[in-house]
């Protein structure tokens, strides 16, 4: 058995640790990354969680900004305007479809171009939340 000068100490010393634990968390915060990790679209069909870093990434898909963000020209990459900027998500036509419309085009058509993950077939595969 522990004394109970022991157990106050061990507890001390159990308690320093939390405090300092917590105080190098919040004085050391990670830089936030450049590009989004994951982004989560809210759609009426079931949201979309869309994995941004392994479409992008050199160890995922290596797809390159204008692959998707395709009204962007070279230089522009830095901050691209979200899609429903152009794409109303409500209201489209052929020159410019809406948010929806344009999403699976791109997202489908991709897919199917390169006959990887979900096609427009297989609608609970992304639109999972």
């Known amino acids: 058995m522990f004394s109970k000068n022991e157990l106050k ?3 001390a010393v159990a308690v320093c ?4 634990g917590a105080i190098s968390y919040a004085a050391f915060p990670l830089n936030a990354p450049e590009e989004p990790l994951r982004l989560r679209f809210t759609v009426t069909a079931g949201n979309v969680l869309f994995d941004h870093k392994m479409h992008t990434s050199e160890l995922g898909y290596g797809l390159s900004c204008e692959d998707c963000h395709h009204e962007l ?15 109303d998500p409500e209201e489209g036509d052929e020159d410019m479809p ?5 999403f699976h085009k791109q997202c489908t058509g991709c897919h ?6 979900p096609t427009e077939k297989e609608c609970a595969l992304c639109h999972v939340l």
Do not use: I, M, S
């Open 9 to 11: 100490l061990a507890y």
């Open 73 to 87: 020209l070279g230089g522009e990459y830095d901050q691209p305007n979200p899609c429903g900027e152009c794409h």
């Open 17 to 20: 640790l939390l405090v300092l």
């Open 112 to 117: 199917q171009e390169f006959e990887a993950g």
């Open 98 to 102: 809406k948010r929806g419309d344009a």
